[in-house]
């Protein structure tokens, strides 16, 4: 019993200081993209070329967009770019409310607008929500598991997963929805209670990600269900500050663009 | 079996042709006799022949020979189920019969696996007219009759963040007589994405087939690819590839020690593995960036580099970080109320787990002997042995203390190879697939032994790209962990196993 205590006082205390202090990432994390078509050469298509999943369009041109809704975040397409057009920032602040938002075109920060009064006023304190997998990986599970232990807490902000539609406010996919989970996804939506959110996490849930064009997959939940989809967390998988930063701002408990970033102390750029 | 089969090593690329095309007959006996002798399969795949045959490609590992060995025939209607004499292959026979409608005649469990639409318009092996209409309903369960015996059926959408699976077991109040997994949720058609896939989203798509496994699969992709193009990754690639795979490992082997504390109540450890598992993650996010380890393994090497220095405070971190682990696991190991959770649950004998042919710590914790990192080592591992460690309880608790000793070794090993990395490139991209070839890539993924068996067709494209990823050895191993245990055991024992749902379903 002694040897129990003096464990969990050695462990200390392990919860993140973000929202309130600064979230700690490693020099060589890859956050939001930032892209300086001014930059981009006319003709080149490097960037597009080293892209595993087609997130890149105008490419040689001033219209080089780049969709963090298809990006891997794996950085392909910054070695790739001869002319430095293309920079991931560590900036971990990604999640958007609309698709359109997470197309990105220069160096601005994506913040994900809070809900309306109302829903705000319904779901700011405590929201539940209910996780279905549909074919996701186990990347985006294992950090959506991530975001409820002990370091990230989510339930310190009134935020838990719950094991029943039915006592959910919202539903959290994760995934391309494959073929055969296509049924039961949409079951868990029904029964979901209105009024209800659907939060997109992970390339493959926002749109097929790597496995977009598979015939067995339907490229996300908004393709696959055609339901509207609230809240768009990207990332391949999104970290789990990332997530928490999304849903937060979401319910209007984190505001503002103050960007709070520290260093892990590790490896150097 | 000698003559009649090609031996190759784990990654070699051979001719394709060079594996003997055998009579059904004869490949049949041949197989049988290997796995008589000891013989692992590996893999166990068709593809079409361009004529109304399929051609039907075995892989076995000789273990004791450091080798492997490869057969083949050509098959069309049904064909005799070996599963009866030999489960090993039981799974494989009915993947052969939903990919290629061969029929298995006589074989002993015959269920669909992943619900693929069959290989032409005709109704499948299952008599199926369109097979995704029937998950779960129309899947033939085994069912118990009797007075008060009972079923409970779970899923596929679980209570927790877990990947999608049916689980129907048949009870007798607490008792569970048998219970049935049916799997295919995941399915995302994995395998015919890879075999078209560019070089560039090959890796990731690697990556993807299961997540947590992000470096394990993504290091037998590009053996494979490098066996294929005839050129080995640098030295000090190899060396970083075996930190990534090592750091993999300790992360869901720690994650899971914590989870198993969660499963019986033993909070202390459950929060302390939380977050411990996190900081082998953050050591794999300093090394590329990503928690899980992706975008490091490329064919032909990794695309990051470390510092002298930046490699030797990692190891000290690692170092660290399994200090606490270390203590944390010694308090959940000495309490009376874990172990009598843990102790005599979920048993699989010895003799069961070798012949349902069980991988990684599910196979080891049965006291079988089998790592791919000591049987079909390549570098570092061949120069740098890693100690095989067996357990023989075979039950809840001799894969948690299995877990527990192999990410001892897995922490010494990683800060050993940081603390000398070899000189030279981490990086020499390899040239394109040679046409007409096999490879075979075996690696030990923290979950058992990862297969990527890879076939280039006559203009050296990829004509056929098979997955085994460990879960698909060993899903059945749960099920028949499961009989004559208490229905309340579940989700300690299916921890205790975690497998992979998406690995499985691909």
Redesign the interface.
């Known amino acids: 019993m002694i040897?129990?205590l003096l464990?969990?006082l050695?462990?200390g205390r392990?919860t993140i200081a973000y929202p309130k202090g600064p979230a700690r990432?490693?020099?060589?994390?890859?956050g939001r993209p930032a892209l300086h078509r001014e930059r981009c050469r006319e003709g080149c298509t490097e960037c597009a070329?080293?892209?595993?999943?087609e997130a890149i369009s105008g490419m040689g041109s001033p219209r080089l967009t780049l969709d963090m809704g298809a990006c891997?975040?794996?950085?392909?397409c910054q070695?790739a770019c001869p002319e430095g057009a293309i920079a991931f920032t560590r900036d971990y602040r990604l999640a958007a409310r609309t698709r359109e938002e997470l197309r990105v075109s220069g160096d601005e920060a994506v913040l994900a607008r809070a809900l309306d009064a109302r829903l705000t006023r319904l779901f700011g304190r405590s929201l539940r929500l209910r996780?279905?997998?549909?074919?996701?990986?186990?990347?985006?599970?294992?950090?959506?598991?991530?975001a409820?232990?002990?370091?990230f807490d989510l339930a310190r902000f009134g935020v838990q997963?719950v094991?029943?539609p039915r006592h959910a406010d919202g539903m959290v996919v994760t995934?391309?929805v494959?073929?055969?989970?296509r049924?039961?996804l949409r079951a868990?939506w029904e029964a979901t209670p209105a009024p209800r959110l659907v939060v997109a996490v992970g390339a493959?849930a926002i749109s097929g990600?790597?496995?977009a064009g598979?015939?067995?997959?339907h490229g996300g939940v908004a393709a696959a269900l055609g339901v509207p989809v609230d809240l768009f967390i990207p990332g391949?998988?999104p970290?789990p500050v990332t997530i928490l930063d999304g849903l937060l701002r979401m319910l209007g408990r984190v505001e503002g663009d103050r960007l709070q970033l520290a260093e892990?102390g590790?490896?150097?750029r | 079996m000698e003559p009649g089969v090609l031996r190759l090593r784990s990654a070699e690329a051979v001719p394709a042709p060079a594996v003997p095309l055998l009579a059904l007959e004869a490949f049949q006996g041949a197989l049988a006799e290997g796995l008589a002798a000891g013989l692992r399969v590996v893999a166990y795949f068709g593809e079409p022949d361009g004529g109304e045959s399929v051609r039907i490609t075995a892989v076995l590992a000789d273990d004791a020979a450091r080798e492997l060995v490869a057969l083949s025939t050509a098959a069309r209607g049904p064909v005799p189920s070996l599963s009866a004499a030999h489960p090993a292959l039981q799974l494989f026979e009915r993947e052969l019969a939903e990919q290629h409608g061969l029929v298995p005649e006589g074989h002993p469990w015959m269920k669909p696996v992943r619900f693929e639409p069959g290989p032409s318009d005709r109704p499948d092996a299952w008599g199926r007219p369109r097979p995704l209409e029937t998950i779960p309903g129309g899947y033939p369960f085994y069912a118990v009759e009797g007075e008060e015996v009972h079923e409970v059926a779970v899923g596929p959408v679980h209570a927790g963040i877990i990947e999608p699976g049916h689980f129907r077991f048949q009870c007798h109040g607490e008792e569970v007589f048998h219970l049935e997994i049916v799997l295919g949720y995941q399915h995302r058609g994995a395998e015919a994405l890879l075999a078209a896939a560019s070089s560039r989203r090959g890796a990731a798509l690697a990556e993807s087939l299961a997540g947590d496994t992000a470096v394990g699969h993504a290091l037998a992709h590009a053996r494979a690819l490098e066996g294929l193009g005839g050129i080995a990754a640098p030295p000090r690639a190899a060396a970083l590839r075996a930190v990534a795979l090592e750091l993999e490992r300790l992360a869901n082997h720690v994650g899971d020690l914590g989870a198993l504390a969660g499963d019986v109540g033993f909070l202390p450890t459950a929060s302390a593995c939380g977050a411990l598992r996190a900081e082998y993650l953050n050591a794999l996010a300093e090394l590329c960036g990503n928690r899980f380890g992706r975008g490091l393994v490329v064919p032909g090497g990794v695309r990051y580099d470390l510092t002298e220095d930046a490699a030797a405070r990692l190891a000290e971190r690692i170092e660290g970080a399994w200090r606490r682990t270390a203590a944390s696991a010694r308090v959940f190991f000495r309490a009376a109320s874990v172990r009598n959770r843990t102790d005599g649950t979920g048993v699989v004998s010895r003799e069961l787990a070798r012949q349902l042919g069980l991988v990684g710590p599910a196979a080891r914790a049965s006291g079988v002997a089998v790592d791919a990192r000591t049987s079909h080592p390549f570098p570092p591992y061949g120069g740098t042995p890693i100690t095989l460690v067996t357990q023989g309880g075979g039950d809840v608790s001799a894969r948690a203390r299995l877990r527990r000793d192999e990410a001892e070794r897995s922490a010494a090993f990683a800060a050993g190879q940081l603390r000398r990395l070899p000189g030279g490139p981490v990086l020499s991209p390899p040239p394109p697939p040679r046409p007409g070839r096999l490879a075979v890539s075996l690696v030990e993924g923290w979950r058992g032994e990862i297969c990527h068996a890879v076939r280039t067709g006559p203009d050296g494209r990829v004509a056929r790209y098979k997955v085994v990823d460990p879960s698909f050895h060993n899903w059945m191993g749960l099920q028949l962990a499961m009989r004559g245990g208490q229905v309340s055991d579940f989700p300690l024992v299916n921890k205790s196993f975690n497998l992979s749902y998406a690995g499985h379903d691909l």
């Open positions: 040897g129990i464990d969990r050695r462990l392990q990432f490693p020099a060589r994390f890859h070329d080293a892209c595993p999943t891997l975040f794996c950085a392909r070695d996780q279905v997998s549909a074919a996701g990986c186990n990347g985006c599970e294992a950090e959506l598991n991530a409820g232990n002990v370091q997963f094991a029943s995934g391309p494959s073929e055969n989970m049924a039961a868990t493959c990600g790597i496995f598979s015939s067995a997959c391949c998988p970290h892990t590790g490896v150097p």
